[in-house]
């Protein structure tokens, strides 16, 4: 089956992609592109995945670097590919030409960011934690840093699990209210005392809080298409033991 990435319109210039799982080699419940080292996957599979995005983005498969994911705030610069040991964080930043970078994904909102006047890119993975934390204005902070104009940044949140599947508990609410009451909103009342929250809302206002020039969200839930994405929460719910991982990657 062919990749089939979800694009955005105004991430322009360079090559990106929020990459669904179609395509790749995988097999069983890891079925396509799944490209998570941390899945109990064949490596050689996995890194045959990547290679497959990286040729998608018109760019060798070791010129494909991604993070160490860890739910922080910590945005890293990239000017070359990263090797063993990976940097700790949730974001990447790079003006470096002929490189990829990107975050994987299975449930989490992933985030890719350009300044099109300056091909400075950013890629973030922000799930609840790192999205309370703020990845998102780290990673235009970082961008920033190496020469991107705030006001220029164009963000798209990629696929990520919708707020009508995404059922919490007070005191997943109440670690948001301790924050600032105001984010109530991103909250909608679900059955037997839970709540329902917007991540991609919340993610879309945290950059937009950054004054960029502009925030997206692409609309897609990885939850409900089993099709297309790979889903922490439906794995957990199909009591499966294990889950694939897509990427989101961006070069400048």
Request: a negative charge.
């Amino acid at each position: 089956m062919t990749i089939r990435p979800v694009q955005s319109d105004i991430l322009i210039n360079g090559k990106h992609g929020f990459f669904t799982r179609q395509g790749g080699v995988s097999g069983g419940i890891y079925k396509g592109l799944n490209c998570g080292f941390g899945s109990d996957d064949q490596n050689i599979n996995v890194a045959q995945n990547r290679g497959l995005v990286a040729s998608a983005l018109g760019v060798p498969a070791g010129q494909l670097t991604t993070v160490y994911q860890i739910h922080s705030a910590t945005a890293v610069h990239a000017e070359a590919p990263y090797h063993d040991p990976t940097p700790q964080a949730d974001a990447i930043v790079t003006a470096t030409k002929g490189l990829a970078i990107g975050v994987l994904t299975a449930d989490c909102a992933p985030i890719l960011f350009r300044d099109p006047t300056t091909n400075c890119v950013g890629a973030a993975h922000a799930g609840w934690q790192g999205a309370l934390k703020g990845i998102a204005s780290a990673t235009v902070d970082a961008m920033v840093q190496i020469g991107a104009a705030r006001d220029k940044i164009q963000a798209v949140v990629g696929p990520c699990i919708s707020q009508r599947n995404y059922e919490v508990g007070e005191e997943f609410l109440e670690r948001f209210l301790l924050e600032d009451h105001d984010h109530m909103r991103f909250f909608a009342n679900g059955q037997s005392g839970k709540y329902q929250f917007d991540l991609a809302g919340f993610c879309l206002q945290s950059l937009r809080n950054t004054n960029i020039a502009d925030a997206q969200w692409t609309g897609h839930c990885t939850y409900e298409d089993a099709h297309k994405f790979y889903s922490y929460r439906r794995t957990t719910h199909n009591k499966e033991p294990d889950y694939g991982r897509q990427i989101s990657a961006i070069t400048p």
